[in-house]
Every structure is written in structure tokens, then in C-alpha cells.
């Protein structure tokens, strides 16, 4: 009787499924997510929005499109990164963000574009290594690659540095 009833409740279509073309099998896909993170206060720290999340079977990195991640720093400073594809690694919380990446900082009005940057959710501090243009109120820089600490405030342009006062 058991045997019956669970061939009657389960699935039709297969658990995990075969991407058309390269047999690889896809554990995991996730069509318009959200995943927040809260502070021990209970309010929401972090908040990462997805287009879409794939991952394949044994694999420990996910794939993401359309992404945007939101989190506060010091004095409520509030940061929003948005890059069109990337790479979250779950084991140690990195998000690897590529395809135009956009950070913005709304409390000084600062923007941040680069093609690439690696985000440690756990430490808020990025790392880029293309060239990367800031603008500010009333300067635009420029620069070879960079390092940012979203809670500390402070991004640091590297490498052929320059820049222009409006």
C-alpha cells in the first residue's frame, strides 16, 4: 500500500533535470528571488534580489543573473550594487559580480562603475581590478582598480589614478 500511494505523489517530471545541450545536470533554479539577511537587532541587513539562480548538481557556486544587493554601513549609509551576471560562492559568502557592475552610495550620492568586482558579504568590503570611474559631487576619478569597505565608508582608487573637478 505504501509503495502505491507514494508512486501516486510523486512528480511526474524528473527531480533534477538535463540542460539541452551539455548534459549537465541542474540541482537547484530559483526565478525571481529575494534572500535577506537581518542583524541581531531583527532589522534587515542585507538584501540580495536575483533575476534568476542556477546551480549544477555537486557544484558549490551559483550562478545569478540580474542582480542586486543591498546593505547599510556605518551611520545608516546606505549601498546598492547591481551588475547584470555573476557567481555567488555560498562557502564563504562571496559574490563574484561581472557584465557592468553599478554601486551606488544614496547618502553622498557617490557612483562606482566597473566591468567586475568581488563582494565579501561577511567582511562588506569589494575588490575590483578593471578600471573603475567614480563620481561624486562635483569630481569625476578614474583609476585601474579599486577596494571598497561598504561599512567603513571609504573606497580606495588604484593604479593610474585621475582625477577632475566640475
Known amino acids: 500500500m505504501s509503495v502505491s500511494f507514494w508512486r501516486t505523489l510523486s512528480p511526474s517530471t524528473p ?3 538535463i540542460k539541452d ?9 530559483v526565478t525571481g528571488g529575494t534572500r535577506t539577511q537581518f542583524s541581531h537587532t531583527g532589522a534587515a541587513s ?4 536575483i533575476g534568476s539562480a542556477e546551480r549544477q548538481l555537486g557544484s558549490q557556486v551559483t550562478a545569478l543573473k540580474s542582480i542586486r544587493y543591498q546593505t547599510q554601513g556605518d551611520d545608516d549609509l546606505r549601498w546598492n550594487i547591481k551588475a547584470e551576471a555573476g557567481v555567488l560562492y555560498e562557502r564563504t559568502n562571496e559574490l563574484a559580480l561581472q557584465d557592468g557592475v553599478t554601486v551606488y552610495e544614496a547618502t553622498n550620492q557617490a557612483t562606482l562603475n566597473t566591468e567586475t ?4 558579504m561577511d567582511q562588506k ?9 567614480l563620481t561624486g559631487r562635483g ?3 578614474t583609476g585601474a582598480g579599486f577596494e571598497l569597505d561598504l561599512v567603513a565608508n571609504t573606497a580606495t582608487v588604484k593604479g593610474n589614478v585621475k582625477t577632475q573637478y566640475e
Do not use: C, P, W
Open 15 to 17: 527531480v533534477f533535470e
Open 21 to 29: 545541450g551539455d548534459r549537465s545536470v541542474v540541482e537547484s533554479y
Open 46 to 49: 542585507e538584501i540580495m534580489q
Open 117 to 120: 568586482m568581488l563582494l565579501n
Open 125 to 133: 568590503r569589494a575588490e575590483g581590478h578593471d578600471t573603475v570611474l
Open 139 to 141: 569630481s569625476k576619478t
